[in-house]
């Protein structure tokens, strides 16, 4: 049996409770916002939606699911800060329909007519590039007016993308199923007709390249709504159909039923041992993790709050102490975890993080990267040690490791910290912030410290004098703007990650992504690239 981590948080600390006020605070802001995002357009536009004898996005997706099955929910906050309501008028997320792990992708018709802008694109991409990768049969729940107009030099041309993930998707095996509940327009259309399953609501679904104004002004034909793209012509005439559904319910009950006859089988293992309860009280993580991103924490502690019995085979503990590595299960999944325990990378670091990723890829191990980093780290005498090419041999095992990574951000991500602890430019097939995590380039005070210094300098090389006062508002400013795009929020409103968690949910959702990702084969890479010695 493994090793049981022994907790050493005293909850009636200063620094626990101090943690604990503030989490809380987070928390709170998040379930504010998500509010939000369940409410859709607002309430007028639900009862006017209501009215026309049809259920809400979310009410379509509560009766798809299995019942008292999970839902979780991605990139809830996309468009976030912006012009755009927040959630980006489009729900997506990994459900079980028919016993099947499914990515579930449904247009919000109380937003705009559950038309697409910039973020709502992005948001759909990443739905259809995490079911690819991952394996899962995508259920599409349609009702969207098409592009939002205003905004399709931002959409026009990355939108193809959708057709050719719904395509690629086929060609992989990966079934699609499009349940259409009201208007698919011009491109929208292309989502029925590119799914490998389609069905259409009576006297509901409106499937046309062209709608009457524009078939009118197009062709002078003065064309009827349900001739042109109703669910009853495409089921008797042009063939589109496959499923005719006299309501919103019937066609939910088709969809479950194509889902439950695909003869899906995932192609990963299942869970290679006994699901065990953490021994440690995972509400705890809301006085674990520090209220200041800039003051690390053990992160064993939240290990054991989130591991199988919270089991943890550390992996080298004396050295390289600045990462904690090793072996742990989650919800039964063997899984590999690095996590940063004091911010900073050095070369020991760099070394056991990769031989560890070389040892996982050996035995087909998925990969936990809990990110606590502030970077690799600088100076002279680590410049002259190798930090340039012990920071290379990390980024490369992370680079080039093939066993499924999934990275959440546990308090900061910065530098390039971020590469090595596998951000979201080195393709982790999830990748969640806790509420009070930063992500930069460096912290804001560093950041505005450093531009100082080079003003500073540039006007000793110019021979004029320095402004202090107009520097000292310029740090401020900086400071101020840093910390905001810092900011969880605004970096998930941007689909830098898959969503914003409350810490407590850590691991459920690490079980929810760890079965999701073992629809597809897990293998590690027997091979890597050359590493600069």
């Avoid at 709170?28 to 536009?45: F, H, I, S």
């Avoid at 090793?326 to 900073?344: K, Q, Y």
Wanted: hydrophobic share 45%; glycine share 10%.
């Amino acid at each position: 049996m493994m090793p049981v981590l022994e907790s050493r948080v005293d909850t009636s600390s200063t620094t626990y409770l101090d943690n604990h006020q503030g989490q809380s605070a987070a928390v709170a802001a998040l379930d504010e916002q998500l509010a939000l995002v369940a409410a859709g357009g607002g309430a007028r536009y639900a009862e006017r939606h209501r009215a026309r004898g049809k259920l809400l996005a979310r009410e379509r997706i509560e009766l798809l699911v299995d019942r008292d099955s999970p839902f979780l929910e991605l990139s809830a906050l996309a468009a976030w800060g912006t012009e755009f309501q927040v959630g980006a008028a489009i729900v997506t997320g990994i459900g079980v329909i028919s016993g099947v792990e499914c990515m579930v992708i449904a247009h919000d018709p109380t937003v705009r007519g559950g038309t697409m802008n910039p973020y709502t694109l992005r948001k759909n991409l990443r739905a259809l590039e995490i079911a690819r990768i991952n394996r899962l049969p995508v259920v599409y729940l349609v009702e969207s007016g098409g592009a939002d107009l205003p905004t399709q030099a931002d959409l026009f041309v990355n939108a193809g993308r959708i057709f050719h993930e719904l395509t690629e998707l086929s060609g992989l095996g990966i079934p699609s199923v499009a349940l259409v509940f009201g208007n698919a327009t011009a491109g929208g259309a292309y989502v029925p007709g590119m799914c490998d399953h389609a069905v259409l609501v009576d006297k509901a679904a409106k499937v046309f390249l062209g709608g009457p104004p524009l078939v009118k002004m197009a062709t002078g034909e003065d064309a009827d709504g349900e001739a042109l793209g109703g669910a009853e012509m495409h089921a008797r005439v042009s063939g589109l159909a496959d499923h005719f559904a006299v309501d919103e319910h019937d066609a939910i009950r088709i969809g479950r039923d194509i889902v439950a006859h695909l003869n899906w089988r995932k192609h990963g293992p299942g869970p290679a041992r006994d699901v065990e309860e953490p021994r440690y009280d995972p509400a705890e993580l809301l006085g674990i993790a520090s209220a200041d991103s800039r003051v690390p924490f053990d992160p064993r502690e939240v290990i054991a709050r989130i591991a199988d019995g919270s089991r943890f085979s550390e992996y080298k503990p004396l050295w390289g102490t600045s990462i904690a590595t090793g072996w742990a299960s989650i919800h039964g999944f063997p899984v590999g975890i690095l996590a940063n325990t004091r911010g900073v990378l050095f070369s020991e670091e760099s070394k056991k993080a990769t031989e560890f990723i070389l040892l996982a890829n050996q035995t087909d191990t998925p990969l936990i990267f809990l990110q606590n980093v502030t970077g690799f780290m600088v100076g002279t005498d680590y410049e002259q040690g190798g930090i340039i090419k012990d920071g290379a041999k990390m980024i490369n095992a992370v680079t080039n490791s093939t066993v499924p990574h999934i990275t959440i951000n546990m308090g900061g991500s910065f530098g390039a910290g971020n590469y090595g602890m596998s951000g979201r430019a080195f393709d982790p097939r999830f990748m969640f912030s806790w509420v009070n995590a930063k992500l930069a380039v460096m912290g804001a005070q560093q950041l505005a410290g450093v531009l100082s210094i080079v003003g500073r300098a540039a006007a000793d090389a110019a021979g004029r004098e320095f402004d202090t006062e107009a520097d000292a508002r310029r740090t401020a400013e900086i400071e101020r703007q840093i910390t905001d795009e810092s900011h969880s929020f605004y970096v998930s409103a941007r689909l830098y990650d898959d969503g914003v968690i409350d810490p407590r949910d850590t691991r459920a959702v690490l079980g929810m992504t760890l079965s999701a990702v073992h629809s597809a084969p897990v293998n590690g890479r027997r091979g890597f690239g050359v590493f600069r010695m």
